[in-house]
């Protein structure tokens, strides 16, 4: 806590549909077409705040000089009315009432965070009006960079067609994933948001069709838990915002028995929206590895360890989404929602190993190959109530979120192990049966109010309790063949319950003074992590804080300061406090058999680390781009870090845990610029530049090491595009990626560099349909090779891959029908409004 202070000072199979499609643009939008996803709303009422019923309210907006209606519609007896459908853009307002004087204001729609613009309570008086702003934003992009927050579009992610969400963060500036497929911002590891809220799903269980932008917030304020150490990964899905009905249905198949499919289909009818999506994926690809180690007795080679790897991986899952949301009254939403993921992921593994002694002469030989049947089921189920008020930003919202699931492991190893001259050793083949469970529910409960204060500052509060409750096992069997029956092996089986609760509650006051933006905020949070063992009962875990005394521990406070030149250029401060808890795999005393060679053990003394993060943002809009750079510097105190070395019993064994080290430091630079060429090419570069030192036990490292990512998206012209009756009929369009990791360091080596590309050719076909052709990892080349080095007893170079190289093509056809506008039924408004006694109309 100490520390933060010191840096506080320094500173969704309809296709025979009608086709009237909507294409690659969120919410179903044709492609060419604008984003049709805006929504006005507000009430009218008169100086005593009674509602003022069938009054005319309607949005023009200038088109070649002229103003032009857009939309319009008649207020309800409440006085409430809502205009939706509309694309982004800047209108002019007009509310209209007999013997009322008329209202006029300006509204700007854009995205990402002003599609839906609350007017308020809007009083209609026979006092002058003057017209009003109701909100400037940025305009709409395809990469839009915040001060606070990044907004990527997956709509033009051409590469990630067909496959999941880590296809999708490949494409991510400041995004690296790792070699078991988790994101990482900035080289620390991020947590995955669904739609705002925590999720229990990985990357590859996510679909990425079902995505309509990522949006990133490396250092978030004291709203959000304080574990996210390194940033938030939000993944917001394709929702429905149009009246009518419109989806789309989506095939693909690849290289490595990857196939997919998807069905998704939206529906808006009055105060009602339903979502739904289905998809199935699967794939089947091997992939390759190795594991050499030398073992030394004071500097002297004393045996060789070498190991090949084939992987096979099989993966087979389906995902089932559906939401509705009921619009109460304006200011009043409720939404239910739920995602069922099912399916197999399976892992075939064929090992080839031999140790040799000093000499290099071989002592023994074998081969141990691993049959999996593996399986996973998962249920959520959301409830989301959202209250706006006549305030504008006053809003209060609560939700529940209550998941549950399950898995089930079920493996067959066979080792066979040989003498130098061929023969089969003694009691081999080995046979093993590894066999478990994992059943469990999360719980979350969260509320948030939002209260403006003047113009100028707001106050937002909230709590939140997440209960996390697993039954946890893993039975390893052997063969015996004296008895001939499998027998269990005591100190490697394990069956454990555990109970992991957080309660916290936060409050952040925010707000502007003589141009200079800032926020405080400050979150405590409570943890009880506890493991039990139904074997012995022995129990393991952590309460933080402890008592009362240590309750300042339990603190975690964040600042934001901000500054902005003119409309385009600012910069902010920020820092904050954060935590980083053990997770269970790294605390829970489970031996693993990675091979015969390499065990890991979780360590149950293992404590929460704690961050503190610092940074410094500039935030320039360009004449046809934008650029974002960062300073950041981050100090981990007892880091959690992983520690391998050599089994006692067994130099030729080697044994990784987890431990607490001393510190560890990183700061760095991390720039992000993005540029238009023109209308037809979009350029992004990332640079992110750190050094990183860290002490853990004995060992000490440090270096430099950077990261960065090249993506270009190119429409090409309609000269290019192939015509039908003179017309552009298909257009082409594509996406190159590239991106380089440096050597990185770890704290008994480093991790070598890895240099990989993706590319992707999309054709739209007759605006109703496309075709898109992409190869991940062009040149084969995305493998992670690790060195361990530092340990003068051995040292180990291994490889692994997440992936190799693929080919894929992917089908998509859309279809849809909006509501006819309300400005197409005359007769019926020209009767609503003789009843109410005016005259005339709208003229059109």
Do not use: C
């Amino acid at each position: 806590m100490k520390y933060f202070y010191y840096f506080l000072f320094l500173g969704l199979s309809l296709v025979s549909l009608k086709a009237q499609p909507p294409g690659g643009k969120p919410g179903g939008m044709p492609p060419g077409m604008s984003f049709n996803i805006g929504k006005v709303y507000g009430k009218v009422v008169n100086q005593s705040n009674k509602p003022l019923a069938y009054a005319s309210v309607t949005l023009s907006q200038n088109l070649n000089g002229k103003d032009t209606i857009i939309g319009g519609t008649f207020t309800a007896e409440n006085g409430e009315f809502s205009i939706e459908a509309l694309p982004m853009g800047k209108f002019k307002s007009k509310i209209e009432y007999l013997g009322f004087k008329n209202i006029e204001q300006n509204v700007v729609i854009s995205m990402p965070d002003n599609l839906e613009i609350d007017m308020g309570n809007i009083k209609m008086t026979e006092e002058e009006v003057t017209a009003s702003e109701v909100e400037i934003t940025a305009e709409k992009s395809q990469v839009m960079m915040g001060i606070d927050k990044r907004v990527y579009n997956v709509d033009k992610n051409l590469t990630a067609t067909g496959g999941t969400a880590e296809d999708v963060l490949k494409s991510v500036p400041s995004v690296t994933m790792d070699t078991e497929g988790n994101p990482q911002l900035r080289n620390n590891g991020a947590t995955v948001y669904i739609d705002g809220r925590p999720t229990q799903l990985t990357l590859n269980q996510i679909p990425a069709d079902m995505i309509d932008q990522v949006e990133i917030m490396t250092n978030p304020s004291a709203k959000y838990d304080a574990g996210i150490t390194g940033g938030i990964i939000n993944l917001v899905m394709k929702k429905n915002r149009k009246p009518g009905y419109n989806g789309f249905v989506a095939l693909g198949a690849g290289t490595g028995n990857r196939y997919n499919g998807t069905v998704n289909l939206n529906l808006k009818v009055g105060k009602l929206n339903f979502t739904t999506f289905f998809n199935r994926n699967q794939n089947g690809f091997p992939i390759d590895g190795y594991t050499n180690r030398t073992t030394f007795s004071s500097g002297v080679p004393t045996s060789y360890f070498l190991q090949d790897n084939t992987t096979l991986f099989r993966n087979r899952f389906q995902v089932f989404r559906f939401g509705v949301d009921y619009s109460v009254n304006n200011r009043n939403t409720l939404t239910l929602a739920t995602n069922i993921v099912g399916g197999k992921f399976n892992v075939y593994d064929s090992q080839s190993f031999s140790l040799l002694n000093g000499e290099k002469d071989t002592v023994s030989y074998g081969t141990r190959t691993i049959d999996p049947n593996n399986r996973f089921d998962n249920i959520t189920l959301q409830a989301i109530w959202k209250k706006t008020f006549p305030q504008r930003g006053r809003e209060w919202t609560t939700d529940v979120n209550y998941n549950i699931g399950s898995s089930r492991q079920q493996n067959q190893w066979t080792t066979n192990n040989y003498n130098p001259d061929g023969s089969l050793q003694v009691n081999n083949p080995q046979l093993q049966k590894i066999h478990g469970e994992s059943n469990g529910y999360q719980i979350t409960v969260q509320s948030d109010y939002i209260h403006p204060i003047g113009d100028s500052s707001r106050v937002e509060t909230g709590v939140r309790s997440f209960w996390n409750l697993r039954d946890q096992s893993m039975f390893m069997d052997n063969y015996n063949y004296l008895t001939g029956n499998y027998e269990q092996i005591p100190f490697i089986s394990q069956d454990f319950s555990i109970r992991d609760v957080i309660n916290a509650a936060y409050i952040n006051y925010s707000g502007y003074w003589k141009g200079f933006g800032y926020q405080a905020g400050l979150r405590y949070e409570q943890t009880n992590f506890k493991g039990t063992s139904k074997l012995d009962n022995t129990t393991f875990g952590y309460d933080f804080p402890k008592d009362i005394n240590g309750i300042w521990k339990g603190l975690f406070p964040a600042v934001y300061f901000s500054k902005k030149w003119g409309e385009g250029t600012e910069i902010q401060l920020n820092l904050s406090r954060k935590i980083t808890r053990p997770g269970w795999m790294q605390i829970m005393p489970i031996i693993f058999m990675a091979d015969v060679k390499n065990i890991r053990v979780g360590n149950p003394a293992l404590q929460p680390e704690f961050i503190n993060t610092s940074e410094i943002n500039f935030n320039k809009i360009l004449k046809n781009g934008n650029l974002l750079s960062s300073l950041y510097f981050r100090l981990e105190e007892n880091p959690i870090v992983q520690i391998a070395s050599p089994a006692g019993y067994d130099s030729t064994v080697l044994i990784t845990t987890f431990s607490n080290g001393t510190n560890a430091y990183r700061y760095g630079i991390d720039n992000t610029i993005k540029q238009n060429i023109g209308k037809s090419l979009e350029l992004t570069l990332n640079a992110n530049i750190f050094h990183y030192q860290v002490r853990a036990l004995e060992f000490q490292n440090q270096g430099w090491a950077g990261n960065a990512k090249f993506i270009t998206n190119y429409k090409f012209p309609n000269s290019m595009a192939i015509k039908i009756r003179q017309k552009p009929a298909i257009l082409f369009s594509s996406q190159l990626t590239a991106s380089y990791e440096s050597r990185q360091i770890l704290p008994q080596g480093y991790r070598r560099a890895i240099g990989t590309g993706d590319f992707a050719l999309k054709a739209e076909l007759f605006k109703f349909a496309s075709l898109t052709f992409s190869v991940n990892d062009i040149l084969n080349a995305r493998r992670m090779i690790w060195v361990y080095d530092a340990d003068p007893t051995y040292s180990q170079e291994f490889m692994r891959r997440r992936d190799a190289r693929y080919f894929k093509v992917a089908l998509q056809f859309m279809f849809g029908k909006p509501d006819a506008s309300i400005f197409k039924k005359g007769k019926q408004m020209q009767k609503m409004q003789q009843n109410q006694g005016q005259g005339g109309g709208i003229e059109m």
